[in-house]
């Protein structure tokens, strides 16, 4: 039996397979919810409207959210989550990255309002609700934090994330192949 404190520094918790995938679902399902969480507490308690791009890097996380318990489930096929989950977290550091060029000034993209409309019943009361409708404007961060903008700490979270769940699959498909070896 192995002491606690030589846990920490061989990580052989994550000798087994199915417990790596079990690790990198809760981590996932955790990422994902405190991402989401978080994107609707700023825009529904601190008012802040989200730009076109803001809301198109939610839908990676809502991907991870939907993906990650197959990850528990589905031991035939659950490389094509992994996969999916993987390529979600990428396709979000790239959206992040890109956002962060359109803040600064190095990419041009246009973003018109992205507020929510409803559904009016005379051309007055459409008139009203598009004239106090929240405007996001993707060059001009919303708020910073430490000096950076949301869409910089979103893509150093996702990149965070990303090679976490790489280091651990890495470590743990290593662990089987050695076994195998010797």
Request: include cysteine; proline fraction near 3%.
């Amino acid at each position: 039996m192995q002491n606690k404190s030589n846990l920490l520094y061989n990580f052989s918790f994550l000798s087994n397979i199915d417990k790596a995938y079990h690790i990198v679902s809760r981590i996932c399902l955790f990422a994902s919810v405190s991402a989401l969480v978080s994107a609707y507490y700023a825009e529904y308690f601190l008012q802040l409207a989200p730009c076109k791009l803001c809301l198109y890097e939610r839908v990676p996380f809502f991907v991870m959210l939907i993906s990650s318990p197959f990850l528990l489930v589905t031991k035939n096929i659950r490389f094509y989550f992994m996969f999916i989950i993987l390529s979600a977290l990428f396709i979000n550091i790239l959206l992040s990255f890109f956002h962060f060029g359109v803040e600064q000034g190095i990419f041009k993209y246009q973003s018109l309002c992205t507020g929510y409309i409803g559904n009016p019943s005379s051309a007055q009361e459409l008139m009203m609700i598009v004239k106090d409708a929240p405007i996001g404007n993707c060059s001009v961060p919303a708020i910073e934090i430490l000096g950076l903008s949301l869409s910089i700490w979103n893509g150093l979270f996702c990149s965070f994330i990303f090679a976490l769940i790489i280091l651990i699959l890495a470590y743990a498909y290593s662990n089987k192949i050695k076994k195998r070896v010797y």
